[in-house]
């Protein structure tokens, strides 16, 4: 089932910060964040593994709620080449052998524009 | 490092033939490889997931008969769509992952499929 991305759209100004929530209605064993601009693929951000993890990149960084069964990914301070749709990606579920093989399924996506 | 590359980038066919695509993980074995599609302003769809030497696992919906995919080696996967039709015009995205479920996928570029 596809987790659920809010909000579906956000435009800043340089320098402010934003939210992107990604939320599931089955648990969840990790949470992969990808940017994708444009015409070009998705870019690889982060993976959180377990609950309670928290991960930065530079000015990007992401919560993981295993209970909850949501991820956050916030932006600080954010750049005009942080523009661009934000994907968080769940695993499938795992079959009777326990195997998920990384199948991901990704959510409907965030469309982030950052204006000077 | 992890690079994926994907060819063509762009490739215009008449309907009724057939198209290949190939995928190359460039600077690391590849145990597991993806394929995606994408509509305009839509998420990434799995089509398929394939594993050296053995035959790909078709998501649910997906032909097989239509969508061949080839995992030739650890470094290449092809998908190859049969008797193309107007509607399998898409965005076509490869990804290919190193070691275990939990890492991180590495997108190629996309090939941008158009069938007249």
């Known amino acids: 089932q596809q987790p659920v991305q809010s909000p579906q759209a956000v435009i800043l100004r340089e320098g402010e910060d934003a939210v992107i929530n990604c939320s599931s209605s089955k648990a969840l064993y990790s949470v992969h964040w990808y940017r994708q601009k444009h015409g070009e693929a998705p870019v690889f951000l982060m993976i959180l593994l377990k609950g309670g993890e928290q991960k930065g990149h530079e000015k990007i960084s992401a919560s993981f709620n295993e209970k909850k069964q949501q991820s956050s990914l916030y932006l600080t301070a954010s750049q005009l080449s942080y523009s661009g749709t934000y994907f968080c990606?769940?695993?499938?579920?795992?079959?009777?052998?326990?195997?998920?093989?990384?199948?991901?399924?990704f959510g409907q996506g965030t469309i982030l524009t950052v204006h000077p | 490092g992890a690079v994926v590359s994907q060819h063509p980038s762009r490739v215009i066919c008449k309907s009724g033939t057939s198209v290949k695509i190939e995928c190359r993980s460039l600077?690391?074995?590849?145990?597991?490889m993806f394929w995606y599609r994408q509509f305009p302003k839509q998420s990434l769809m799995l089509m398929a997931t394939s594993n050296e030497g053995s035959k790909a696992t078709y998501e649910q919906g997906v032909e097989k008969d239509k969508f061949l995919i080839n995992h030739a080696s650890l470094t290449l996967s092809t998908l190859t769509v049969t008797s193309a039709h107007p509607e399998d015009s898409s965005f076509y995205i490869c990804s290919a992952r190193q070691g275990r479920a939990e890492y991180e996928q590495y997108f190629g570029p996309g090939t941008r499929l158009t069938v007249t």
């Open positions: 990606g769940t695993p499938k579920p795992r079959n009777a052998g326990g195997t998920s093989y990384g199948k991901l399924t």
């Open positions: 600077d690391f074995q590849a145990t597991t």
